[in-house]
């Protein structure tokens, strides 16, 4: 199983930023849950936002009302689409999603927020 994420970059304050990951490999059904986490500089990794497979959506705090989590099951793809960036969302993302039980990691991508 691999997870290829992509998006991320570089952002002033306001703006925004869509992040896609895709889950490759032998999966046989649609992951229960996809989503992001973030670490931040100096700080321990923490959840961001997922989307379970049955349609529920969860949001850390600090995100809500910004950030939109989304996936497409038929295509194991899953999307965080990011508004009205602040400095404080600056941090490595890392892609998730549980297979067969399992959580899977794809590769971080770094998110920075500055003018």
Request: glycine share 12%.
């Amino acid at each position: 199983v691999q997870l290829q994420a992509s998006g991320g970059g570089l952002v002033q304050p306001g703006g925004s930023l869509r992040l896609s990951c895709a889950v490759w490999g032998n999966i046989f059904s649609s992951p229960s849950s996809m989503g992001w986490y973030r670490r931040a500089p100096g700080k321990q990794r923490e959840l961001v936002a997922i989307a379970t497979r049955d349609g529920t959506l969860k949001y850390t705090d600090s995100v809500k009302g910004r950030f939109t989590v989304s996936r497409d099951n038929a295509k194991n793809t899953a999307f965080l689409q990011m508004d009205r960036l602040r400095p404080e969302d600056t941090a490595v993302y890392f892609c998730n999603a549980v297979v067969r039980g399992v959580p899977q990691w794809g590769r971080g991508t770094l998110v920075t927020v500055s003018s």
